[in-house]
Nanobody, 128 residues
Framework: QLQFVESGGGLVQPGGSLRLSCAASGFTSDYYGIGWFRQAPGKEREGVTC????????NYADSVAGRFTISRDIAKNTVYLQMNSLKPEDTAVYYC?????????????????????WGRGTQVTVSS
């Protein structure tokens, strides 16, 4: 069963950086596109970014483009989200999940219904 563990969240000042990790638990994530999502209090879950199986295709929400970078380390079975120039509006619980369709050539940004293996998330708080 697909399952991920997210980590790396915390409290950071505006303009700061964090790197989140998304580790696959009990399976190989190499075959799946991976998406990062976030959910702020009182808001719906939104897609932040995604990466394809090969890593050659990535997509970003307009709100994070140019500030966030997704990458994957096949050897470590882990996907990372580097977040720079953080803003208070980035405050949310961040989740990762795998595309239900293995070996998809491109990743599907923001479509949470096509993803599975949701972890418990990691809290990111941007505040001075």
């Amino acid at each position: 069963q697909l399952q991920f563990v997210e980590s790396g969240g915390g409290l950071v000042q505006p303009g700061g950086s964090l790197r989140l990790s998304c580790a696959a638990s009990g399976f190989t994530s190499d075959y799946y596109g991976i998406g990062w999502f976030r959910q702020a209090p009182g808001k719906e879950r939104e897609g932040v970014t995604c990466i394809s199986v090969s890593g050659g295709n990535t997509n970003y929400a307009d709100s994070v483009a140019g500030r966030f970078t997704i990458s994957r380390d096949i050897a470590k079975n882990t996907v990372y989200l580097q977040m720079n120039s953080l803003k208070p509006e980035d405050t949310a619980v961040y989740y990762c999940a795998a595309d239900r369709s293995p070996w998809a050539p491109t990743c599907r940004l923001g479509r949470s219904e096509v993803y599975t293996g949701w972890g418990r998330g990691t809290q990111v708080t941007v505040s001075s």
